[in-house]
DNA sequence: CCGTATCCAACTAGATACTG
DNA sequence: CAGTATCTAGTTGGATACGG
C-alpha cells in the first residue's frame, strides 16, 4: 500500500506527488465508473439478492418465494423485484394458464453468473465482519457525545 | 427453508420436483442470507463505490475527491459517504492541522481488500452488459402500452 | 393464487448558507 | 479548505384494497 505513511511530523503539507500508486481498478470510461453502478443498482436494493439466492437453489412459485425470504417481503416488493430481474434477464418467468393461476420463476443463465457474483460478496462480508464490526463500535466510541458526563 | 414443500398432489401443472438441483450458496444463517446486505448496505448507495475507486488509486484530499467523481457529488453527500466508510474502517482520514486545513483519505487494508470485489463487480458488469441490454429492450419491447398504433 | 393500484411513511440526495 | 446545518425534492418501501 504505497509507503505514504501519514507524515506524523507537523508537516504542513505532505508531497501530494506521493498519490497514484496501483492503478487497481482501470476504467475505460471513467464517467462511468466502469459501470460497476449497473450491477449496484440491480442488487443494490433491499431484496434482488434475497430473489436471487433463493433463486440459486431451483425454481420457485411467487407463494414459495415470499416465504422463503426472511423479513416479510410485501407482494408489492417481490413483484416489483421479480419484474426488474426478469427485464433484464436474469429471471425467467413462466405462467401455466391453470386455475387457479401457476407461475413459476427460476434463474436464467445469466442469472447464475450472477450467482457468483453474490458468493464472493457473501465470502467478503463473512471474512471481514468481525473487522468491521471493531471498527464501528470503535468509531462510535471516539465519536460518542460529548454531551454529558458521558 | 425446511423441506416444506406445499403440496404438490392437487397442482394439475408442471413437474415441480425439478426445483433445488445446486446449492450455489449455502448460508448458516438463513435469515440473514450470509450478510450479503452487509456489503451491499455499504456499496449499494450513489456514491460510495466512487470514493473506492479513485481512493484505490492512492491517497486523495477532499477537494480532489469530490472533483475526481464524474457526477458532481455535493459536500454533503461527500462527507456523508467517507464517514460511513471510515466508520467501518475501510478508509482512514488524516487531518493536518494547518491552515488552511487539509485532510487526506486512503483505503485502509480493509478497504483495499473490498476493492478486489470492485473489481470483480466491474468486470462481471461489463461482460454480460450487451446481454443485459438486449433483455431489457426485448422486455421493453414486450411490455409496450398497448394504447394506440404505436 | 398472482398481480396491480393507491396512498402514505421513511430515507436519500441536492442546493444553499454559514462556521472553524 | 473542510465541514456542518437546514430545508426541500425525489425515490423507495410498506399497508391495504381490489381485479383476473
Redesign the interface.
Known sequence: ??A?H?AVT?????D?T????????V?ET???????????DR???KWS??VV?EL??????F??LQR?I?ANISQRMLTLTVRRL?????VKRTV?P?VPP?V?YELTD?G???????????D???A??P??A???S???TAHAEPTAGN
Request: net charge negative; aromatic share 4%; charged share 20%.
Open positions: 500500500m504505497s505514504g501519514t507537523t508537516t504542513p503539507a505532505p501530494a506521493v498519490a497514484a500508486a496501483e492503478p487497481v481498478i476504467c471513467p464517467q462511468d465508473e466502469c459501470g460497476v453502478r449497473d450491477v449496484l442488487l443494490g436494493d439478492v434475497y439466492v440459486a437453489s431451483g425454481v420457485r412459485r407463494k414459495e422463503a426472511p426478469e427485464r433484464d434477464g436474469l401455466y391453470t401457476q413459476e445469466l447464475h453468473s450472477l450467482t457468483h457474483l453474490v458468493k464472493a460478496l457473501a467478503w462480508s463473512i471481514h465482519r473487522a468491521i471493531t471498527a464501528r470503535a468509531w462510535d
